[in-house]
């Protein structure tokens, strides 16, 4: 049984991400929380593995929890309710957002 500190809401955002090692790539989050996000990449991530998030232009910070079998990754935030995670989920336009990534890292793969 799963148990979620917030309700997950369905968004649809292109983000950016980036491991440790400076690797980087694309992703979409597909559902979002006060506590974690639903995240579609093909940027190779390992459980455990912690990422930066590039939202809108600003960087937050989780954790690989586990892959789905629908090929999706569940993220865990470093901290609870960030504050560019919780304007997000606000933001009327949040069900579907489909913008040009601005690029802010290089993508490296």
Known sequence: MEHRWGHR???DLPVLLRRRDQRSGEGRLNEASVSGALLRTDLKLRDLTPIEVLIDGESVTASV???TS??????????????????MLKSPARVTIDV???????VQT
């Open 100 to 106: 040009e990534l601005d690029q802010h890292w290089p």
């Open 9 to 11: 809401l369905q968004v």
């Open 70 to 87: 629908e090929g999706a990754i569940a993220l865990e935030w470093s901290e609870l309710a960030p504050r560019r995670v919780m304007a």
């Open 65 to 67: 929890i586990r892959h």
